[in-house]
């Protein structure tokens, strides 16, 4: 993304707004870690925390979802896109997705395809915009389109409806098309919704999910979750040669259990969510300073005189994200506090 | 390794030999989790414990070693080649190599690069079976031999020497080639040859290094360290592109604190040895029962009746290596206690 | 190319408008194998044939000129990037390329990169437009551009002069970007510019050219010139790994020998680009037709009313470039006769 | 092949052994491009001589068959593969085997596969030494065998029988493996086994064949035949991306057209095949020479004094196979002259 076009000079320890993974983990995470930590299991994912973890997720997202474990968010993406297209297919995403710009080509890399991205004005793709890309359907000259991919909720902290999502599915299935879902943060999404995850990834239509943890307090967890059983038939293969099997699986395993025995993914996204509304709240009637998303997640994008910028991110570290329009994004994490917020909107006024 | 081809039917709690990376991870790692999630830190390795985990490795490696951080050992395989090759290059190891069968064919898919892989009595190779895949060298319908890979210890538990590794690195020199080793067990071979790791590794000419811990005590951590600077130059885009940057970076580097600041990695590596010579002193004199390879670090390869491996794999999980010769492998683990092996043995004698 | 959205029902012999592909070969072509086919020669281009066309070719573009012989434009454009790039780097280019729509991704599949595509009107690239792309450069998240990629002529029948290429390998170079040349029809362009082929490549910072030949009358002969020698390098391992070495070289060759030795290229460039100029003229006046690029080589596009399209198509047969503004490409080729277009246009004013 | 090892020094026209690529091509391809090079026809394959080399494809090959028409012998090998697998699969064959050895890892940089090869006494394969390569199927360590792949003849010129060939596509086929059949001179195989091709093809079980031509006479002109039409689905996309696809296909056409409608194929294959064994008769006797394959198709293995080799290598040139046996390889053309054989005994006996 185009906050990484700034580096940091601090080695502060102290809460900001610059990413949802400069937080550190959960205390449940490391309990977890010291609960399991005992005696030999198989490695690999053939242990009781895996089937555990497998199982937990099933809970979420229905008997037939078909999770596995890797450790980064851009594998989850990549490896989705793997397992569902061939080197000639290509891939319809928002140009503001983090497939098309934040991974390095790493997509392209592993999957061979072509991204076919597109603008849009809030991170959403829509059938509409997407139908004239498949214009070179049947012709080999052409990338042959197979997956549609969008971020739930979107790199803008936007969030899509169900309704969104279910247009979009019957639009891909209509077309051949295979639906994935980026679900980097798709806690913030389900919070956001007010809806348990299923409702808006499985039973809206999503065929392939990225769901991940470590942005909502999680260490190194992410999944990969199939709703289209043909389509996880070879993936342990796609996973393995992706680098991406641990070898002490528990120990990822241990992360979604955390996660998900006692909703701590849900207090966590609750509270990030909960304070972008408030710190979007604190700011919107400030003078020079226009909100330019509707916050809907646990970002809050807003364009701020450019003269104030660099002196704020000396107190509170955040990243710009578009820096012609002087577009700023501030994030929330599972920890950040109100005093967090009224501290920084203090700072932000004095600075106006 | 072919230790996969028996698929564990236990969910069983008890210490075994099936590999080190049966075993939990050391108490240190999870004291140290705890010590380090403070705050926030800028994601992805800018921060100040990915520093002091950089600056332990070089103090272990030498100052101009250069240091990465990935999660498994495969990754630090794979990127490790990608960063010295081109996919017309191949690279030449050891039949038994773990690039080689155990990692899914992923050095092919991620490199483009062939592998040409020689037998070995010992998995070790040596430049007299090296120099006849030379033969091809500029001519265009043949791969281009770039990179010797070496693992240390190597598959079958043996430890080259220093000598061994300054030949190799010499004969690749010469070719212009280079030398890497793979180092997922490196404490082992480090206490087996009781010296210093950059003595067997970068004073002996070795040009890239996967250093590994996870099958060592900790969770999933292992690192590339370069010591041609020119070959790391570019790796950072490489380590992205390839799925590996974690975006808690400071979790990954916590693991290699504990590892390195206070010799976890040498208690743990000295117990595994220890008792993989304790179990082959047990078993050498028993009748019908043959060690294969001199116990050099942490692995026991033995040839036993048939008959007895699935009752012996019974009470204690282990993998045969190969099948038709009825060769089996016993590894040791940081966690191993003396007891384990008395009744292991036991057992093992009984059958007999 | 959108062009190939329209399959040809008619299985004519008549000259047409559809790209210069649809003609056959000169007779030089057929003259000139006639004249080799004697006696054995060695394969894979170690032979008297291939060394003449090598030095004809340099004779064109300069004697540290480097070229390589390819069967076709896509591999010349792909190979080309693959040999200046590595996966994590970017190709810039327009969104009208070839390498951007009319190759099936192959760029992506076999070099890993990603292509940055960039809207323009009139299919060329200037540094304005360029500057922006280069944002992400050093950060490890975003790939890295390398290549900045232009087609001369464009696919919008428009062509470079020398200083709009200088400017831009200026600007490439400054920013450590390499420029390659897409010449599918380069001599329609030198023919344009009145210019010799090095003018607007060697002399005009070019680092890399797919300099072809089959749309001017060849069989399927293409080539890459390298005019930075150490991009050539290993450049003969990249050609064979990428299935483009001809084992009887000699007849690739002697398509060039053909084309260079007597100014062949030359004649039948000439021909296509004023028969076009021709076209051009002879349609520009017509009520509810509107020429929409300066025709400065062989192609034409204009926008005719869209209820004429198919019944001019069955009459003559071309493409539609874009369907939305019923824009249409008329290609004229080394064969096109001036009475294939006073028919064309008879017939077109008939209809309209 | 070991064979590209020796760089030949003559710029000689004297029809020599080295490769039956050597030659130059059969009058009756240029005069099929004298025939057919005439007005316009729609590029990329859809002409009405690209129909009837398909058509006559199929004459040969049966009616189920999918026929695609490439450049080269690297191409139809790697398309083939490509066609049929995924890249955690694995690629049975001959260690000596073209896809093996002499095309610079084109397979494993196009498929991202793996290559397992076998060492056979005579270059074929067969189900007992296939089998201990399928251990590890199912578990996600190990490359996942999915195509057999055998040369026919094979690159020691010996040549399946159709029992041989049915054995292995039963085999394969019970283990849920394809079977591809490397056919670049497989006219000569179809002379050998005095059988129509579809008989030790189509008939035999075959899923994929590379059919060449232009080590038969032809000029650049190799074909992929699917007798599995579900491989056949996709497989221009595929074509297109390897940068296979001729613009002017009609002269591909032509080539095969010229060498299946009035059997140019058998003529030549005939003629070198003749040659071959003629010559094996010639040598078989003299001291100090003794072949070491059966002379099946066009191709004779000999090992002959070292120090004669260079000498006689002066005079008619040939590759050395195996450096340190003093193995050469001599092969006849569609062009070879029982003179040029007669010459060349009486040379090799002056030599002894």
Known sequence: MSNSLYVCTMNYMKRGFASDNNSGVSPEVLEKFAEINK???VGYGDDIYTKKAINLLKGQFGES???FLVFTGTAANVLSIAAATKSYHSVICASTAHINIDECGAPEKFSGCKLLSVNTPNGKLHPVIIAPLLAGKGFEHH???RLVSISQPTEMGTVYTVEEIKQLSAFAHENKLLLHMDGARLANAAVSLKLPFRAFTADAGVDI???GGTKN???AAESIIFFNPALAENFKYIRKQGMQLASKMRFVAAQFIAYLEN???ERNAINANKLARYLCRQVKGINNL????????NGVFAIVPKEIIEKLRKEFFFYTWNEEAGEVRWMTSFDTQKNDIDEFVSILKQLL
Chains 1, 2, 3, 4 share one sequence.
């Open 263 to 265: 909703n701590l993914w």
């Open 143 to 145: 990338v042959q389109p």
């Open 39 to 41: 005696g030999h299991v």
């Open 290 to 297: 226009t909100v330019t998303q509707p916050v809907q997640a």
């Open 65 to 67: 979802a078909i999770p």
């Open 217 to 219: 307090g999680l260490m």
């Open 209 to 211: 999910l990225s769901f």
